[in-house]
């Protein structure tokens, strides 16, 4: 069954750092987000990403973050000055179009900023 | 913005037993999921509702989606230990042609004693 991959799976980072996690998506998906989970928390939505353009972004998805599809298959986050409050899992998910369409999960990127 | 309540916060239950768990909002939406999330992992979906009213089931789960949109519960019959994990229902508002991203509750983390 198709997935979600994520990579890498944990990466730790020096506070001001860049860094950039990576996801491919379900081949034939068109719609593609970034979630962030802080630890014991619930999911939060960061940014969602449609036609090589945000389609929408919360308040947590501030300047320093950003997202590119820079190939037909990579789906990447990019941190460009990390915070020790970035620390968390990070999640990609794919849907296979607009409309009400099942998001599937990738497993997740561990981010800790020292 | 919009949130949801999700209850019980916890639930230690013996093996065999039925479970049940829900989520409540103060705004509608057109799709509940119910996700289940292990240790280190990504969210795996369990089950999508996609109509005011709608039952749906999956094995030994169950999901509703309440007649007033408000609303959704899960429940699990006769659990067995690998039901173990963190339960979330995540609420989605679809407009137009685009794709409403996912509010989470803060999840149900449910431990099965043998």
């Not at chain 1, 081949?27 to 090589?52: A, C, D, M, P, T």
């Not at chain 1, 947590?60 to 590119?68: L, M, P, R």
């Not at chain 2, 049940?20 to 369990?46: A, D, H, R």
């Amino acid at each position: 069954e198709p997935e979600v991959t994520q990579t890498p799976s944990h990466q730790v980072t020096q506070m001001g750092q860049e860094v950039i996690l990576r996801c491919v998506p379900i081949s034939n998906h068109l719609y593609f987000y970034w979630y962030r989970q802080i630890l014991g928390q619930k999911v939060e939505f960061l940014v969602s990403f449609y036609n090589n353009e945000i389609s929408e972004k919360s308040e947590i998805f501030d300047d320093q973050f950003s997202v590119e599809r820079p190939d037909g298959s990579n789906f990447t986050l990019k941190i460009r000055s990390t915070k020790l409050e970035d620390s968390a899992m990070y999640f990609c998910a794919s849907s296979e179009s607009a409309g009400q369409e099942t998001q599937y999960f990738g497993p997740g990127t561990r981010l800790l900023v020292l | 913005g919009q949130q949801l309540n999700q209850s019980p916060q916890s639930m230690f239950i013996q093996e065999g037993e039925d479970v049940s768990m829900n989520c409540t909002s103060s705004s509608i939406f057109n799709t509940w999921l119910w996700y289940k999330q292990e240790p280190g992992e990504g969210p795996v979906l369990l089950i999508a509702l996609y109509k005011a009213g709608e039952l749906t089931s999956n094995g030994r789960l169950t999901a509703q989606f309440g007649i007033t949109r408000k609303d959704s519960f899960l429940n699990i019959s006769a659990s067995i230990p690998s039901d173990v994990g963190i339960y979330f229902c995540a609420g989605q508002l679809n407009y137009g042609g685009s794709q409403g991203n996912l509010i989470f509750g803060k999840g149900t983390k449910l431990s099965v004693k043998p």
